[in-house]
C-alpha cells in the first residue's frame, strides 16, 4: 500500500504561484511513476504532469506546458507541482496519484487508470 497526502492548495489570484506537495508514504517505490490530475466541477478528469521516481523524467499535460514544473525529492519521499502564471482556467481540485506498474508508452503517463494509489485532493481557486 501507498498513501498519499496532497498539501499546498489555496486560493491566489490570476498570474499568482503555488506549490503543491505530495507526501508518499508505506511501499518503496523506486519503480514508480507519480502524477499529478485535476478535475473542475462538470468536468472530466485531466492529466497535469508525471515524473518517474527514479530518474525524476518529466511530463506534462499540454494546457500546463512552459508553466508548470513536476518535481521529486527522494530522501523525504514528496513530490511537488511548482504552478506559475496561474489562470481561471486552472482552477480544479488537484489529485496526487501514484503507479508500481511498468509503463510502455508516454501516453500512459496521463492514463489515470493506470494509476493504483490517489490522494484526497486538494483545492486549488484561482480568481481572475
Known amino acids: 500500500q501507498v498513501q498519499l497526502v496532497e498539501s499546498g492548495g489555496g486560493l491566489v489570484q490570476a498570474g499568482g504561484s503555488l506549490r503543491l506537495s505530495c507526501a508518499a508514504s508505506g511501499r518503496t517505490f523506486s519503480s514508480a511513476v507519480m502524477s499529478w490530475f485535476r478535475q473542475a466541477p462538470g468536468k472530466e478528469r485531466e492529466f497535469v504532469a508525471a515524473?518517474?521516481?527514479?530518474?525524476?523524467?518529466?511530463y506534462y499535460g499540454d494546457s500546463v506546458k512552459d508553466r508548470f514544473t513536476i518535481s521529486r525529492d527522494k530522501r523525504d519521499n514528496t513530490m511537488y507541482l511548482q504552478m506559475n502564471n496561474l489562470r481561471p482556467e486552472d482552477t480544479a481540485v488537484y489529485y496526487c496519484a501514484a503507479s508500481l506498474r511498468t509503463f510502455y508508452s508516454d501516453r500512459h503517463y496521463a492514463d489515470g487508470s493506470r494509476y493504483e494509489y490517489w490522494g484526497q485532493g486538494t483545492q486549488v481557486t484561482v480568481s481572475s
Open positions: 515524473i518517474t521516481w527514479s530518474g525524476g523524467r518529466p
